[in-house]
Structures are given as C-alpha cells and as structure tokens.
C-alpha cells in the first residue's frame, strides 16, 4: 500500500494532558499542528472519578470533564487530530517522519506526549483475566458494575486509595492487599486516614498478589505473605490494579535517549538529545506524575517546539541568506559590552546593506541560534558566505574589522 504524505509545523504523539496543552500553546503560535492518538483523547486522567487538586476547581472536577475542556481549547485553536496509532518515529539532519498505518506526516518538530499504560503485576493467570473478566484499571468505569459486590484493589499509592474509596460508594466491601507493615502506605496522608476509617474498607498488609483464579471470570486472588509466604485465597468479584504505569515508548527505541525503565530523558526546556525533538507528561522520567505537573510540561514543550521552528527559519532565511554574504551580532541585551556595539553595527548595517544582509541575535531569546553557529561567547560576530561560516569574531570588534570581512 502506498501511503500519502503529509506536512505539518508540528506533530504531537498523545492526547493527554501534556499533548493537548502543548497543542494549545502550538496551535495559538498558529503553527500547523496534528495530534495524534490512538485511543482516548484525555488520556488516563479521563479515567480518574474526582480531581481535586488541580488549580481553577475549587469545588474540583472529574477527569473527563477536564480533559473535555482541554480538547475544546486545542480544537479552538485549530489543532487537528486524528484518532489512529504510531507505527515509527524516524528523524534525520533534513526532516522528521511521523509513521502511521495509512499516512506519513512530515514536520518540523515533534513533541512526545505518548504517556504510559497501567502496569500489571506479572501473577500467574493474570492475562487470562484482564479488562472485561475480572482485571480492570478503571474504578470509573467499572464501580458501577460492582454494585453490591466484594471487590479487591492492588496497591496503596494515591490512585489506589482514593479509586478504593470511590468504589465503596458502590462496593459492600473493597479489601486492599498492601506489600507494606500494617498501617504503612505510599498516600498521602488525608487519604491515608480516610480510608482507614472507611467501614467499608479491609487491608490485607505484607502481601503481593500469587496467581488470579476462576473459571472464566475471576473469582478469587490468591496473596502472599511477605514475611511468611503463606498463601491467603480471597473470594472476589473483580480485582482493581492501581501499581503505576510502565512509558509508551517502544517505537522510540534508538530515537531518542532513554533510561533503563524506558522513560524519555530531557532536559528543563523538554527537549530530548535530538534538536526539534521534545518530550512531557508521564513519557518523561520525572518526580511527579499528576495532571498539573504535565501541563507545565506541554505548555514549555509547546513553546519550546516554537521557539525551535522559528530559530531553523531564521537560521535558513536570515541567517544563511540563500547563500548570499550575511553578518551575525550575537549579543545579549544584558550586557553593557553588547549595547555599546550596537552603533558600530547598526553603521555598518547601513553602508554595507547592497553586499551583506546582518542580523542581530539575542542570545539570551535565541540560545539556539547561537548553538547552530557553534558560539559560545558574545558579543560575536559571525560571517557566512555560501551557507557556510567563513569567519568568526571574538575579540576586537570594531568597524574596520566588520570591513574588513567584504574585502
């Protein structure tokens, strides 16, 4: 099959919070912008019941409502998006190719908001029990059906405790098996001590789940003491798994810098090792993963996608000057040795304007500018002839020196 190509300013992998913010930002720069995802725009916050930290809500809000308002702000903006998988990211010197079943979007910058998906606890049977036999990941979803029934939540983190909690407005009884002493939990406190004063909360401490049974449909989870290795069956409905989350990350494998649990690594400006390339959200190895904390990720990754696509047409338009003499001030609007130049400059500007096209760069707003020149002091200049850099300036700058350059 041959696939149609594409072209966008910019394309986001992941609906999220991290992705739809970053296409605000991105679509408000009327830069051209799709957004890909696969299943569920909001990602998993769509899943979460109550949200209640999140600022701007004092009364709080659910996840789906949020994420809803997200999506119409994007869309407000002019952001496209597709509903479809990734098949491969590849990125060269020239372009970027953003690979799916039927298309090949090429763009300019990529931002990485491919999030993750609910870890499972690797216990014997528990594939055959997953999603719409047992397992499920969604208190949201699924509290419902549990109306009136024993269910089991694994884990003691916030999302267990609070997902535990919700399910109890629907669940008889919610036991909760904790890997850790009696009363020691990974929650925050308030939700900590709510739950132990739930009546309808049992916790089950020191134990990890064995195997999942039933013929069919789960109706029991067989734990294990952590400090005796006792083997405990519990009759259940339905089991809740709530252990974190592993990075949807594997077509980038060999792309772009990972650690060993295969979260992306970036830097304070979401950008990964490979220029025009950026990452946040819960893609990202990072301290906290909340709906807040990716914002902030997909507001810096969507300006930094801007900043980046501005600086390569400036770099190719100005800079390089279709390969007609150009003159680079790299300066920094801070230092008194650059403003005192900026005369001299501007002078030259002036009388040499049918030779040479000059540019000012502000290294303190264009730190990548000055990257691509491979300068690290200023004030600098640079001059290029051909599309490439002929000469580099440092020291000494002064009229009969930038004269010196046409000579």
């Known amino acids: 099959m041959n696939k149609k190509t594409e072209q966008y300013d910019v394309v986001i992998i992941g609906g999220g919070a991290a992705g739809l913010t970053a296409g605000i930002y991105c679509g408000r720069a009327r830069l051209r912008t799709l957004l890909l995802e696969k299943s569920l725009v909001g990602g998993l916050a769509t899943y979460t019941n109550e949200i209640e930290n999140y600022p701007g809500f004092p009364e709080g809000t659910t996840g789906t409502e949020l994420m809803g308002l997200f999506h119409k702000q994007a869309k407000k903006f002019g952001v496209d998006f597709k509903m479809t998988d990734v098949k491969a990211v590849s990125v060269t010197e020239d372009k970027k190719i953003v690979e799916t079943f039927r298309t090949n979007y090429e763009c300019k910058a990529i931002i990485i908001a491919s999030g993750g998906k609910p ?70 406190e308030i939700a900590k001590t709510e739950a132990l004063e739930n009546p309808k909360m049992e916790f089950i401490w020191n134990t990890v789940v064995d195997s999942f049974e039933g013929e069919g449909h789960l109706d029991s989870v067989v734990l294990k003491n952590l400090k005796t290795n006792e083997r405990q069956p519990v009759k259940v409905d339905s089991c809740f798994l709530f252990i974190g989350y592993t990075p949807n990350t594997e077509i980038l494998t060999g792309v772009v810098d990972m650690n060993r649990n295969g979260y992306v690594l970036v830097n304070e400006k979401m950008e990964t090792n490979i220029p025009g390339v950026f990452a946040a959200g819960d893609v990202c190895d990072k301290f906290l993963k909340q709906v807040a904390t990716a914002v902030g990720d997909g507001a810096i990754a969507g300006y930094g996608a801007e900043k980046y696509i501005s600086e390569c047409e400036i770099y190719e338009n100005q800079i390089q000057n279709h390969g007609h003499p150009s003159v680079v001030y790299l300066w920094n609007a801070t230092d008194a040795a650059c403003r005192e130049l900026l005369p001299v400059i501007e002078k030259f500007e002036q009388s040499h304007s049918s030779e040479v096209r000059v540019t000012k760069v502000d290294v303190y707003k264009s730190p990548g500018l000055a990257a691509k020149l491979s300068v690290d002091s200023v004030p600098s200049i640079v001059y290029l002839a051909d599309g490439k850099i002929q000469s580099v300036i440092s020291e000494n700058i002064n009229e009969d020196a930038l004269n010196r350059l046409l000579s």
């Not at 109890?168 to 929650?187: L, Y």
């Open 119 to 188: 870890r499972v606890t690797g216990a014997t049977n528990e594939d055959q029990f997953l999603y719409d036999k047992g397992i499920s990941f969604c208190a949201t979803c699924d509290a419902a059906a549990n109306t009136g029934k024993t269910v089991m939540v694994i884990g003691s983190g916030d999302a267990a405790i609070e997902e535990g909690m919700f399910l109890t407005k629907f669940a008889d009884k919610v036991i909760v098996s904790v890997m850790h002493d009696h009363g020691k939990m990974d929650c925050n």
